[in-house]
């Protein structure tokens, strides 16, 4: 290649191409490229996937090494070209769009073409000297797309879940500590959108914590289902052109890379093309945005108003609310982080119609399962660490309004129950609502309780928990 050349020439299968010189990518990239123009989501953009596709390569050169089956001065400058990428470096050399067919085979050869130009570079030759590192025979040597893409998926979203964990515990932590802060807040449970029994806003709190808390082992379950890796499979499963003792190889070393503990699968031939472990990954994300959004509905209408609506807490005002209502300030980061549990939802029914559309040896449609789960966890990461911090860690109370609302309600008539029946309890709330009088003088009038008991019954404090009949 001469000096200050601005592209490089390189050939496949289809005829030679021109290549950026300084690229680390070659020529299959380069048609990946100019393929997939599709969802302006690149590689790239997801630096952990990268990073896992690099532990891939350094564990199969290490291996094969070690078998035999590679030269150990080439295997060295890969491990060592894969360690600069695990270490972040040549990032920008990954552009292949997320969307595109051929089942990841662009993804897994821009990974070899970046790692082994620089590893050329790192042996002392120049990028494209293919015969010193090859992408195909070298960095790619006893594998396919077929086992090295998934195992790459398969560890790259269990990287992105622990940052998704971390802001789970966060955000159910946010909730809790609200939940001590608003204890002794009394106020009105509601069903069916209608006054129920009081309850307090410490116990409303509490609950969204609790309810969060629990989706953390779930989705440590179905995470730690993506450890169960294909590496050796090569092909369809049946480890054509792998060398014995390779796929145990690979994926001990993949641990002892990586630090986690990877496990080979058990029936390869199965394995490759089954997809049901980013369906059942994805489901569990799926229930998390369900809950999430239930949560977010709450703090909207229980923020409603602020004069003539719920108008039980206040959330933190993030931004003017309307361009011809002053004074309006609105919800947006419930708001928001509801859409953002609706794209999830949506990316679920994504996977699952591609997990369903493989056929026979492998599941085609794996790019489109990849992008929705990255979306999906890099998505609600955000989100919840956006109403955390924009949100929930300011919400007040409004605590007389609150329990005003109590002393108010036809709803505390369900106290009544066991001291004078439900059919007089009935009497007793639509004679309520149709004079307006209190429970309280309504029960005086018809002598069915003295004054004291009816005091002590009523007392909002005391409906709040299971306790003996007075």
Known sequence: MEKNAKFRVESDLLGELQVPAEAYYGVQTQRAINNYKISNSKMCDYPEFVISIAYVKKAAAAANAELGALDKNIAEGICKAADEVIGGKLWENFPVDMMQGGAGTSVNMNANEVIANRALELMGYEKGDYPHCYPNDHVNCGQSTNDAYPTALRYAVYRMNKDLLKSLKQLADAFRAKGEEFKEDVKMGRTQLQDAVPMTSGQEFTAFANTLQDEIAHIEYNAKLLLTINM??????????????????????????????????????????????????????KRLAAKL?????????????????????????????????????????????????????????????????????????????????????????????????????????NAKHNMDTVKHSIGIVTALNPYIGYKNSTKVAKEALETGKSLHEIVLEKKLLTEEQVDEILDPKAMLTAHNKI
């Not at 990586?258 to 059942?280: H, L, N, Q, R």
């Not at 239930?294 to 039980?312: F, V, Y």
């Open 232 to 285: 050796g499979a090569t092909a369809i499963g049946t480890g054509l052109n792998a060398v014995p003792g390779y796929a145990d190889l690979v994926t001990k070393l993949l641990c002892q890379y990586t630090g986690d503990e990877f496990k080979k699968a058990d029936d390869m031939i199965a394995a490759t093309p089954d997809t049901s472990d980013y369906v059942g990954y994805s489901g569990a994300l």
């Open 293 to 397: 959004s239930k949560i977010c509905n709450d703090l909207r209408l229980m923020a409603s108003g602020p004069r003539c609506g719920l108008n039980e807490i206040n959330l933190p005002p993030m931004a003017p609310g309307s361009s011809i209502m002053p004074g309006k300030v609105n919800p947006v980061i419930p708001e928001v982080t509801n859409q953002v549990c609706f794209k999830v939802i949506g990316n679920d029914t994504t996977v699952t119609l591609a997990a369903e559309a493989g056929q026979l040896q492998l599941n085609v449609m794996e790019p489109v399962i990849v992008e929705c789960l990255f979306e999906s966890v890099s998505w609600l990461t955000n989100a919840m660490n956006t109403l955390r911090e924009k949100c929930v860690q300011g919400i007040t109370v």
